[in-house]
Every structure is written in structure tokens, then in C-alpha cells.
């Protein structure tokens, strides 16, 4: 069985750098962009099990990046778990929490995530049977 092909997008490079670490660890296979538009076009042309996607980044934030994914009938339907450091009950309404298929805040643990990611792919495979 090959590995799940993941999709991570943050304007850190840093923060890109260490969650593909992790993930490559895990034995999945992520790919990365810090650049939204770039990540789109990634999206609409790869076969990702998952993206893990940034709200706040300085060329289009997350929440148009995931718009323009759901809005495509290549990506409507890929999971999406969001990444951020802002509080999601302040900084986002319900309609727009209810966009994402997870939340994840940082700071975060390497074991948080993987587990996330984890329970994104279960739900995932679910929801294809």
C-alpha cells in the first residue's frame, strides 16, 4: 500500500520544514508550498488523502485558499485540517469552523498531529466505502 500523499501549506518555512519531518517519519508522504496560489494548483493537479492548510498567510489567507477547494470538483471533497495560532471562538464563525474537517491550534505536538492526521485519513476512508 503506498503512502498517504499529504499536502501541507504554511508561509513558515520553518513550520513546513519540521511537519514534513514528522509526517515523513510517520510514513506518510507530504508535499509542501508556502505559497497559497502554488498550493491550489497543487491540489487541483495531485490525488491528496489530505491538506493541511495555514489560515494566516500574507499572499491569500487560509480560509480563500480553502473557499477556491471547495469550489472545485477536483478538491471538494479532500479533507482539510487547519492550522493556527488564532483562537477559532474569536477569530472565525461557526460557518467558517464548519468549513474545515479539523482544527488544530499552535502550538501543537508532533503526537497531536500525527494522531489528527490519523483520524482525518480513518474518516476519511469511511466516508469513500
Request: charged content about 30%.
Amino acid at each position: 500500500m503506498s503512502a498517504k500523499k499529504i499536502l501541507v501549506v504554511d508561509d513558515n518555512e520553518s513550520i513546513l520544514a519540521i511537519l514534513k519531518l514528522w509526517l515523513v517519519g510517520a510514513g506518510y508522504a507530504p508535499e509542501t508550498t508556502p505559497h497559497p496560489t502554488k498550493a491550489i494548483r497543487m491540489a487541483h493537479e495531485g490525488d491528496y488523502d489530505l491538506i493541511i492548510l495555514d489560515v494566516m498567510m500574507e499572499e491569500m489567507n487560509g480560509i480563500e485558499v480553502l473557499e477556491r477547494l471547495r469550489a472545485d470538483e477536483r478538491t471538494a471533497n479532500v479533507p482539510v485540517m487547519m492550522i493556527t495560532a488564532l483562537s477559532f471562538q474569536r477569530h472565525f464563525s461557526a460557518e467558517t469552523i464548519e468549513m474545515f474537517d479539523d482544527i488544530l491550534a499552535k502550538p501543537f505536538h508532533k503526537e497531536e498531529l500525527l494522531g489528527r492526521v490519523e483520524q482525518a485519513l480513518m474518516a476519511r476512508r469511511t466516508i469513500a466505502k
